[in-house]
Each structure stands twice: as structure tokens, then as C-alpha cells.
């Protein structure tokens, strides 16, 4: 497999950027212009990953149970009763996306904030038996954090995670409260994402120090419960506590509306994090699974001659690659200007 051409389908497709590290030490990168891999990028979906991280924090510090009823995190937000259903969600159920709705709760951008939208909300089904995709729960999961944490989530996770990984210049939007959005919301460079997606990897374990409960990490990126569709799709092969189960290579991931991917593929020790604005997350997957990551596997042979022609109409976007000083590459920096 061409690690070369793997890029230039990736980047066909709507990449911005991708960077990739083996054993926690980063083998190799890319930018699309004008996109760089520092420059905080709209995470979309990926943020619920990290809220699923707040929530850990949280019951490591034992400032609520995965049992807790979600409700109960909201007193007199109700003038009556809700219902039975609603009653019987927990937080457990709103990280793995199985609340017992079947229909998302969610209109974005709405009349009421996700917080209403989702107390207000008809359950229909019982909570637990049902795989749907649940923004609003998301929104919810950030709301008990900072009830039960008395700051804002960013606030909570910036000693506890962001800091200590080096992560830099993020962004975080707010609700319209002041409130972390949660469900979507932050904004981080890929290269911040392949840090998370390292800690992820060393479940928890960053410069010595267990930030978070290695069992929190397995827990969360463990097949909880199985999305309704037809099989053999990266949506349909499990979901863990705000985490995908890939359907390939033993692995799972974060990721987001566009192509936002941190993939974390813990039997080749090897983390990919991607920032795209693409129409196809299948097919970048696709590309991910069948030719980068073989690529990234073997002994590939570049030279500061390498040619990537771009084939772009306007002439003007250019693909640049860093190879990083490590095994099995040595650092070199190649631009190509676009035909």
C-alpha cells in the first residue's frame, strides 16, 4: 500500500489534516492547505468523547454514579410529572446512546436549549433497549457534570486532561447560558487530537501519571449496546460510552460530522487522528482501514523527491507532508506546489 497515495484519496475526499503516531510517538503528518495542524478545527461529534471523559473524572471522584438518575440532577425543571421512561434514564444510559427515545430529542439550532428540549421530551420505549443517536443526551451529560462539578466542563477537564496532555488553544463553544456545549461544540487542532487519542491508547497513563481510572478508558471504549441497520457499516458495529466500535481492526474511535476521526488501534499500538470537511466519512474510513494504516505498517521509502501531483482546478491548494525524525522515517519536509 502507498502511504503517498492513501494521502492524496484522503485528501481527494476532504481532508485538512491527519497525523499519526506509533507507541505514543508521532511517525507521520499532513496538511491540505490552507489548513494547518496546529489551528483549532471544529471537532463537531468528536466533542462527545470528551464529555465522556468528564463524566469519568466524575465518578472517580465520586461525585456521581453511572446508576444516578438523570432527572435527579434537575430538580424543578418539571411542573408535573414526567414520563415513566424519562424517569427511568440514568446516566449510564445517556452515554450509550440508549435513553429508550425514538427520536432524537434534538433541533439544532431550536427554539428551546438541549436541556428543555431533552426533559421535555416523550421516551417511548424503555431505556436500555434501544440504540439511538442522541445529541441532546450529549448536551445532558455536560449539564450533570457541571451541576455535580460546580464549573463549567472545559473548566473541570482543563487541570485534569487538557493540560496535561499539552493540548493548546482550544475553543469551546457555549450555550446561549453559558454553558459548555457538549454534544458538539469543541474545536481542537490535529494535532491535540492524536494526543487525546494517545492517552486513549496508554489508557489514561500520560508521562507516568494515571490521569483517569484505566478501567474507565476500557469501560468507555467497550461495545455497550448494538446500533439497528444493516451489518457490516462502522455505525452499526457497537457504541460504547460516547466512543464508535469500528468494525475493523479491534479498534474504535471519536468522531464527528465531516470527518473528524481520532482512531485509536491498540493491537498495532497505533493512534490516526484526521480533521476533513468531507460528504463521505464511509469512504475516508475506508481509506483509513484498507490503505494508510497498512501503509503506516511497513517500511515506506520517501525522499524529498516524492511527487504528489494534486490535480486541483483553482490552482491554488497545496499538499505538504511531515515525515517525523523516528522509526521507520527520517524527518523531511515536502511541498509541492498545485499544477
Known amino acids: 500500500m502507498s502511504y503517498q497515495s492513501a494521502l492524496e484519496k484522503l485528501r481527494d475526499l476532504g481532508m485538512h489534516g491527519m497525523a499519526a503516531a506509533r507507541e505514543g510517538q508521532t511517525v507521520a503528518e499532513a496538511a491540505v492547505k490552507p489548513y494547518s495542524l496546529d489551528r483549532p478545527h471544529v471537532l463537531n461529534s468528536l466533542t462527545k468523547s470528551f464529555v465522556s471523559m468528564a463524566i469519568g473524572f466524575c465518578v472517580q471522584e465520586g461525585l456521581l454514579s453511572l446508576d444516578d438518575q438523570a432527572i ?25 446512546m ?37 445529541t441532546a443526551g450529549s448536551h445532558v451529560l455536560g449539564y450533570i457534570a457541571e ?9 473541570y477537564l482543563r487541570p485534569r486532561l487538557l493540560e496535561p496532555l499539552g493540548i493548546t488553544g482550544w475553543i469551546w463553544d457555549r450555550q446561549p447560558d453559558g454553558t459548555c456545549m457538549t454534544g458538539v461544540g469543541l474545536h481542537l487542532s490535529t494535532r491535540d487530537i492524536l494526543k487525546f487519542g494517545n492517552f486513549l491508547l496508554f489508557e489514561g497513563l500520560v508521562n507516568g501519571r494515571q490521569l483517569i481510572n484505566q478501567e474507565w478508558i ?13 451489518p457490516d457499516t462502522e455505525w452499526t458495529s457497537g457504541y460504547g460510552y460516547q466512543f464508535w466500535i469500528n468494525r475493523r481492526e479491534d479498534s474504535f474511535r471519536a468522531d464527528g460530522a465531516f470527518g473528524q476521526f481520532c482512531i485509536v488501534i491498540p493491537r498495532r499500538r497505533l493512534v490516526v487522528a484526521m480533521n476533513s470537511g468531507t460528504q463521505d466519512m464511509g469512504g475516508m474510513l475506508d481509506v483509513i482501514f484498507e490503505e494508510l494504516i497498512p501503509a503506516l505498517d511497513g517500511d515506506v521509502p520517501f525522499t524529498a523527491e516524492l511527487d504528489a501531483p494534486l490535480h486541483e482546478s483553482d490552482g491554488q491548494r497545496r499538499l505538504r507532508l511531515w515525515l517525523v525524525e523516528g522509526v521507520p522515517w527520517t524527518y523531511k519536509e515536502l511541498f509541492t506546489e498545485g499544477m
Open 147 to 155: 451541576k455535580v462539578s460546580g464549573v463549567s466542563v472545559e473548566e
Open 98 to 134: 440508549a435513553t429508550g427515545h425514538t427520536k432524537e430529542p434534538y433541533d439544532w439550532p431550536g427554539e428551546q436549549e438541549p436541556l428543555e428540549k431533552f426533559l421535555h421530551s416523550y421516551v417511548a420505549t424503555q431505556p436500555g433497549s434501544l440504540f439511538l443517536y442522541n
Open 218 to 230: 476500557r469501560q468507555a471504549t467497550s461495545k455497550k449496546i448494538v446500533q439497528p441497520g444493516e
Open 72 to 96: 435527579s440532577f434537575f430538580p424543578g425543571h418539571f411542573q408535573g410529572r414526567p414520563c415513566e421512561n424519562m424517569e427511568k434514564i440514568t446516566v449510564r444510559h445517556l452515554l450509550m
